[in-house]
């Protein structure tokens, strides 16, 4: 009987001992490294790299000022050689006067150049060249006759090539102490040349 509680005794020591043998806490504390754990740091050493662009892409083109483009400049200079259409006019001189009914004038003096080739006809100021005035957005008295005016060259021929000078014109002045825009322009033609005196009493 005693011999049977022994071996009893051993049994239940055997299987325990079973037991705590495979629960070891050295299974719990394994140094191989898990899965999740060298995932980890597999991540911690491979580079980072930056996200790239499309190296095809062009860069970016800031936008730059264009110059502007040149205005034609279409003011009357005193001296300056005009060449409008097919002939040169030189206004040299401009001056107040006054007509045979008392009234007062702007004369213009210039030089005349027929520049249109051989082949062409010849040419007279008076039926080439037109001069108006405005004041106060009026265009004031186109035909002026003057003692001081000397229509003589106006009516002159000119062939192609070939200039005359000293031509005289005028324009009729409505209030002497209001400005007076001056224009210039070919018979037939929409060109104009323009000057804005201010100030007339400058050109007594």
Same mark, same amino acid.
């Given at each position: 009987?005693?011999?049977?509680?022994?071996?009893?005794?051993?049994?239940?020591?055997?299987?325990?001992?079973?037991?705590?043998?495979?629960?070891?806490?050295?299974?719990?504390?394994?140094?191989?490294?898990?899965?999740?754990?060298?995932?980890?740091?597999?991540?911690?050493?491979?580079?980072?790299?930056?996200?790239?662009?499309?190296?095809?892409?062009?860069?970016?083109?800031?936008?730059?000022? /264009?110059?502007?483009? !040149?205005?034609?400049?279409?003011?009357? $200079?005193?001296? @300056?050689?005009? +060449?409008? *259409?097919?002939?040169?006019?030189?206004?040299?001189?401009?001056?107040?006067?006054?007509?045979?009914?008392?009234?007062?004038?702007?004369?213009?003096?210039?030089?005349?150049?027929?520049?249109?080739? /051989?082949?062409?006809? !010849?040419?007279?100021?008076?039926?080439? $060249?037109?001069? @108006?005035?405005? +004041?106060? *957005?009026?265009?004031?008295?186109?035909?002026?006759?003057?003692?001081?005016?000397?229509?003589?060259?106006?009516?002159?021929?000119?062939?192609?090539?070939?200039?005359?000078?000293?031509?005289?014109?005028?324009?009729?002045?409505?209030?002497?102490?209001?400005?007076?825009?001056?224009?210039?322009?070919?018979?037939?033609?929409?060109?104009?040349?323009?000057?804005?005196?201010?100030?007339?009493?400058?050109?007594?």
């Amino acid at each position: 009987m005693k011999s049977n509680k022994v071996f009893v005794f051993l049994l239940i020591a055997i299987i325990v001992f079973s037991l705590v043998a495979c629960n070891k806490p050295g299974d719990l504390n394994d140094p191989r490294p898990s899965e999740s754990s060298r995932e980890a740091e597999d991540s911690k050493l491979e580079p980072k790299t930056e996200p790239v662009g499309d190296p095809t892409e062009k860069p970016t083109e800031v936008p730059t000022e /264009k110059p502007s483009s !040149e205005v034609d400049d279409h003011t009357i $200079v005193i001296g @300056k050689p005009i +060449q409008i *259409g097919r002939f040169e006019v030189v206004i040299t001189e401009l001056k107040v006067v006054s007509t045979l009914v008392e009234k007062d004038a702007l004369r213009i003096t210039y030089d005349f150049t027929n520049t249109e080739g /051989k082949d062409k006809d !010849e040419t007279r100021p008076i039926f080439t $060249v037109r001069f @108006k005035a405005f +004041q106060n *957005g009026v265009e004031t008295e186109e035909f002026v006759l003057s003692l001081q005016v000397d229509l003589t060259k106006i009516l002159t021929s000119v062939k192609p090539g070939e200039q005359i000078i000293g031509v005289q014109d005028a324009v009729s002045i409505d209030d002497m102490n209001a400005p007076l825009l001056l224009e210039l322009s070919l018979y037939g033609d929409d060109e104009v040349y323009s000057l804005e005196i201010n100030d007339l009493n400058e050109y007594k």
